[in-house]
């Protein structure tokens, strides 16, 4: 039986069957945060000027198997106006699991030329996409049916599983960094704190580590999560996630003062390590290795499985789980230029750029 598909202007309750996309999640392996409804609600209700929201659904009887939330707008890149269709959620999320059910890859397939249709664009860009059978074939059938595309290696993301040996020190130079940092943060006075925050805690938590990033080379330079354009949907959508005992938080405090902080977010029992910062006048005490130790005995205590470092740059990636990871885990990145005359245009310049870079 063909599927068949509906669009919705919104994610909110009153026009959008949660209940039918909850149950779609709970069918998906490797569901993310960033795919839970909450997150994506709030991150909807706080659009960047000119972004318009469409999900597409699809339907066999009353059971949804496709869910595309996007968001459709105009941007100028290389000199050129685009039309430009993404996946809500970007930049703030950091890994995505397309919500298509497992097998069915004619209705992914089936699903482009409803977006071409009411979404017109010239780049349809999907970031941060876990691979999966599913997706990887019909978004492959998508890049037939393009002018051009692309599925490129966005980060090779370090994970560690919690085991048994995490009880002990770890071995090699990160014992020796931990221990000099330990004796660092007792001779200032520097307390480790845990936090669990509900929905009706987590603004002062959020007002503490929204302070440290500010005053960090994050916030000289607006690129930190809490930074202008961002802040106002970060803090509804870590309520949201708090609402659900999804937010973890570790933190060094001096004087009652929060001095470093790393922010977790907890899926399946796995901690997505999603943000950190550190005020300057403590770059040299070794607070993240501090912290990220923290979340490793945190796990043994909760019966966590994996910690996560959710994202890394794809060049010159120095997070510290590296130190202590288990394994990789691939994202990747989906373009595709329309066969419109500004996808052919666009389409060349990147080309173009790209072989004078390289």
């Not at 202007?9 to 149950?23: M, T």
């Not at 290389?78 to 950091?94: C, I, N, S």
């Not at 977006?115 to 019909?138: F, N, V």
Request: aromatic residues 8%.
């Amino acid at each position: 039986m063909s599927p068949h598909f509906a669009w919705h202007a919104s994610l909110e309750a009153a026009v959008f069957p949660g209940d039918a996309y909850d149950a779609l999640l709970a069918r998906l392996p490797g569901v993310t945060p960033f795919n839970r409804l909450s997150w994506l609600r709030a991150l909807a209700r706080h659009p960047r000027p000119g972004q318009t929201l469409r999900a597409l659904t699809a339907w066999q009887d009353e059971r949804m198997i496709l869910c595309l939330p996007l968001l459709h707008c105009r941007e100028r890149k290389a000199g050129l106006p685009l039309r430009v269709a993404r996946h809500l959620g970007w930049p703030l999320a950091d890994r995505l699991v397309l919500a298509i059910e497992p097998g069915q890859v004619a209705a992914l397939t089936a699903a482009l030329p409803h977006i071409r249709r009411a979404l017109p664009h010239t780049l349809l860009q999907l970031d941060e996409i876990l691979p999966t059978p599913t997706s990887d074939a019909g978004l492959a059938a998508w890049g037939a049916r393009s002018f051009r595309w692309e599925n490129r290696l966005s980060c090779l993301v370090p994970e560690h599983l919690i085991c048994e040996e995490d009880r002990n020190e770890p071995k090699g130079d990160v014992r020796y960094a931990l221990r000099r940092a330990r004796k660092h943060s007792a001779a200032i006075g520097v307390a480790l704190r845990r936090a669990r925050p509900d929905a009706g805690s987590i603004g002062a938590l959020l007002a503490q580590i929204g302070a440290v990033e500010q005053a960090s080379w994050k916030g000289e330079r607006g690129v930190g999560i809490f930074s202008p354009g961002n802040g106002e949907a970060i803090t509804e959508a870590l309520r949201a996630l708090a609402a659900e005992d999804r937010v973890r938080a570790v933190l060094l405090e001096h004087e009652g003062r929060c001095v470093s902080y790393r922010l977790g977010l907890l899926e399946q029992g796995r901690l997505y390590d999603y943000n950190l910062a550190f005020l300057p006048c403590c770059a040299r005490l070794g607070g993240g290795r501090l912290l990220l130790d923290e979340w490793v005995r945190w796990g043994l205590d909760e019966g966590w499985r994996w910690i996560d470092a959710s994202r890394v740059s794809r060049n010159h990636s120095r997070h510290q789980l590296r130190e202590r990871m288990s394994g990789q885990i691939e994202q990747r990145r989906w373009r595709f230029y329309s066969r419109r005359p500004g996808g052919l245009a666009f389409a060349a310049a990147v080309g173009i750029w790209r072989l004078w870079k390289d």
